[in-house]
Nanobody, 122 residues
Framework: QVQLVESGGGLVQAGGSLKLSCAAS????????MTWFRQAPGKEREFVGH????????NYADSVKGRFTISRDNVKNTLYLQMNSLKPEDTANYYC???????????????WGKGTLVTVSS
């Protein structure tokens, strides 16, 4: 049974930092590209960033480029999202997702976590 479990969310002041984790089990983690999405209240789920299976290539949404960094540890089967210089508009539920190929389309993801809430206060 494939499980993706996010953690690390919480309340932070604007300008602060958080590091999210996504622990994978029941899947050959190193075979999957991983993507972070987020969904703010009343809005559609949106692409945040992506890392390829080997960890050597990343891609980010313009809204987070230069502030967020995605990494992964294929030994620990864990994906990370380091978020710096957080803004109130970053407030959302953050989800990790796994897929066998690169895409920014949420509908194409094979597996999803249940999300972790990030709240950025002004």
């Amino acid at each position: 049974q494939v499980q993706l479990v996010e953690s690390g969310g919480g309340l932070v002041q604007a300008g602060g930092s958080l590091k999210l984790s996504c622990a994978a089990s029941g899947v050959t983690f190193s075979a999957y590209a991983m993507t972070w999405f987020r969904q703010a209240p009343g809005k559609e789920r949106e692409f945040v960033g992506h890392i390829n299976s080997g960890g050597g290539w990343t891609n980010y949404a313009d809204s987070v480029k230069g502030r967020f960094t995605i990494s992964r540890d294929n030994v620990k089967n864990t994906l990370y999202l380091q978020m710096n210089s957080l803004k109130p508009e970053d407030t959302a539920n953050y989800y990790c997702a796994a897929n066998t190929y690169y895409t920014t389309q949420a509908s194409a993801m094979a597996y999803w976590g249940k999300g972790t809430l990030v709240t950025v206060s002004s």
